[in-house]
C-alpha cells in the first residue's frame, strides 16, 4: 500500500535529487567557493551546498500543488543565506526591533518573502478565502519554525523527519510531499551531523514550506485551524529558544 500510493518512490527521488544537486554545486561552487562557506556555531567551517540542494528537492516536491511554496521559500532564504552572513541578529524580535531603528535587514527580508509565499501557497492550495489564509499560515508558520531549530547540527533535518512522519499515514497528496520532505532531509543528515555542512536559511524553510503544505494537502478547515495554531505557537517558542541557542552562533 506505502509503496503503490507514491511514498516510497517520492522519498528515494527527493533523496537521490538531493545527493545529485549536492555534488553539481560542490564541484561547480557558483560564485566562488567563498559564498558557500560558513561558520557553524562551533567555530568550524561549513558548506551551504547541502542546503540548496534539499531545498531544490522539496520545492520541486511541492510544485504541482503549489508552485510558489518551495522555490519562492527558498529564494528567501538564500537572500538572507548570502546577505545577512556575519549579522549575528536572529528571531523575529531582533529584526522588528532593527526595523523600530530605521533598518531593513536580510533577515525581515527573509521573514517577510516566507510569509507572503506562504499567502500565495494557499491561494493554489484551497478554494475558500479563511480556507486560503489558514493555509497560507500554514506553510508561512512551518517554514518559520523549522528554520528557528536549524541553531545545531541536525537539529532542522531531524525534526523534519520526525514531523513528517505521520503525514505518511495519510492517503492523497500530502503523504507524497511529506515522503519527498524527508527524503531530503535523509539525505543532508549524515553531513549535517558531522559538521561538514549545514542546511542553513536557505533549506531549513524550504524543507518546511513542504511540510506544510503536506499538512494542507491533507486537512480540511478544521485541521488547518488546529495546525495554524500549533505552527504559531512553535514560531514564538522556536523564536525564544532559536535567540538562546544562537547567542554563541554566528551564522
Request: proline content about 5%.
Amino acid at each position: 500500500m506505502i509503496e503503490r500510493s507514491g511514498r516510497i518512490p517520492a522519498f528515494a527521488l527527493a533523496a537521490a535529487l538531493t545527493r545529485a544537486a549536492g555534488s553539481v554545486l560542490r564541484a561547480k561552487s557558483p560564485g566562488g567557493p567563498g559564498l558557500w562557506e560558513r561558520k557553524n556555531y562551533a567555530g568550524r567551517a561549513v558548506t551551504l551546498h547541502a542546503g540548496t540542494a534539499c531545498a531544490l528537492a522539496a520545492a520541486l516536491g511541492t510544485a504541482r500543488v503549489s508552485p510558489a511554496a518551495g522555490f519562492a521559500v527558498a529564494a528567501a532564504g538564500a537572500y538572507d543565506d548570502i546577505a545577512g552572513a556575519g549579522d549575528p541578529r536572529r528571531g523575529f524580535r531582533a529584526h522588528l526591533s532593527a526595523l523600530r531603528d530605521g533598518e531593513v535587514t536580510s533577515g525581515l527580508v527573509k521573514l517577510a518573502g516566507i510569509s507572503a509565499a506562504g499567502l500565495v501557497a494557499g491561494a493554489f492550495l484551497k478554494e475558500r478565502p479563511l480556507d486560503r489564509l489558514l493555509a497560507g499560515v500554514v506553510v508561512a508558520g512551518a517554514a518559520h519554525a523549522v528554520n528557528l531549530v536549524d541553531v545545531r547540527p541536525g537539529r532542522a533535518a531531524l525534526g523534519v523527519l520526525a514531523l513528517g512522519a505521520p503525514g505518511l499515514l495519510r492517503p492523497g497528496p500530502g503523504a507524497r510531499i511529506a515522503a519527498g520532505a524527508m527524503g531530503a532531509a535523509a539525505a543532508v543528515l549524515p553531513d549535517d551531523l558531522g559538521e561538514r555542512a549545514m542546511i542553513g536559511d536557505t533549506g531549513a524553510p524550504a524543507l518546511g514550506a513542504a511540510l506544510g503544505a503536506a499538512v494542507v494537502a491533507g486537512n480540511g478547515r478544521a485541521g488547518l485551524a488546529v495546525h495554524a495554531a500549533a505552527v504559531v505557537a512553535a514560531a514564538v517558542y522556536g523564536d525564544k529558544v532559536s535567540a538562546v541557542a544562537r547567542g554563541a552562533n554566528p551564522v
